[in-house]
């Protein structure tokens, strides 16, 4: 069984910081493309940063310059640094992933539960 598990969310003042941390755990073969997705009270889903297994990112315009994606393949961990935190940013953040089991079947996209993220002075 795999599991994502994220942590690090909170209540931030504007123009502050967070690193948002998502693990992998269970019988897992290989992580291919990771990445963090986020969604507001009343708003869709959207895409925030996508990393690769060789560590290529991409990040949707509202973030650029202020976040930070990362992963650490040791520990089958990654991480989302956000710096410059607007009430905008408000949202649950939930981490997904693109991971083949050790049990040789298919890969399969999962995801974590997500975390609260509130930028509020």
């Known amino acids: 069984q795999v599991q994502l598990v994220e942590s690090g969310g909170g209540l931030v003042q504007p123009g502050g910081s967070l690193r948002l941390s998502c693990a992998a755990s269970g019988s897992i073969f290989s992580i291919y493309n990771m990445g963090w997705y986020r969604q507001a009270p009343g708003k869709q889903r959207e895409l925030v940063a996508l990393?690769?297994?060789?560590?290529?990112?991409n990040y949707a315009d509202s973030v650029k310059g202020r976040f930070t994606i990362s992963r650490d393949n040791a520990k089958n961990t990654m991480y989302l640094q956000m710096n410059s935190l607007l009430p905008d940013d408000t949202a649950v953040y939930s981490c997904?992933?693109?991971?083949?089991?050790?049990?040789?079947?298919?890969?399969?996209?999962?995801w974590g539960q997500g975390t609260q993220v509130t930028v509020s002075s």
């Open positions: 997904k992933g693109d991971i083949r089991p050790r049990d040789g079947g298919p890969t399969y996209r999962y």
């Open positions: 990393i690769t297994s060789g560590g290529s990112t």
